[in-house]
């Protein structure tokens, strides 16, 4: 089992960037993919991005290409989503997300409390 403790978000004008960060409790955190989800308002969680056990593999959803990019360090037990040129549709409640698998469509087992990004025009 892991725990996840989100950090990192905030207040952001369009054009401006942020890295949020997941710390991972437990020492099984190498064996588990990351992801990263987010909820915008009055819409259902959505995948942002994910990353296999050894980080080099990732995918992302199309509308953040290019401008996210998530890394981990699995000496520190951490997954970091960095976001730049942020735009007011990536406002939401970012979690990050763990388990053995993860896919646009399912996501892994484990759940972060989720960090706020607000991104104004």
């Known amino acids: 089992q892991v725990q996840l403790v989100e950090s990192g978000g905030g207040l952001v004008q369009a054009g401006g960037y942020l890295r949020l960060s997941c710390a991972a409790s437990g020492r099984t955190f190498v064996s588990y993919v990351m992801g990263w989800f987010r909820q915008a308002p009055g819409k259902e969680r959505e995948f942002v991005a994910a990353t296999s056990w050894s980080g080099i593999s990732t995918t992302y959803e199309d509308s953040v290409k290019g401008r996210f990019t998530i890394s981990r360090d699995n000496a520190k037990n951490t997954v970091d989503l960095q976001m730049n040129s942020l735009k007011p549709e990536d406002t939401a409640v970012y979690y990050c997300?763990?388990?053995?698998?993860?896919?646009?469509?399912?996501?892994?087992?484990?759940w972060g409390q989720g960090t706020q990004v607000t991104v104004s025009s």
């Open positions: 997300n763990a388990g053995g698998a993860i896919t646009r469509a399912t996501p892994g087992d484990y």
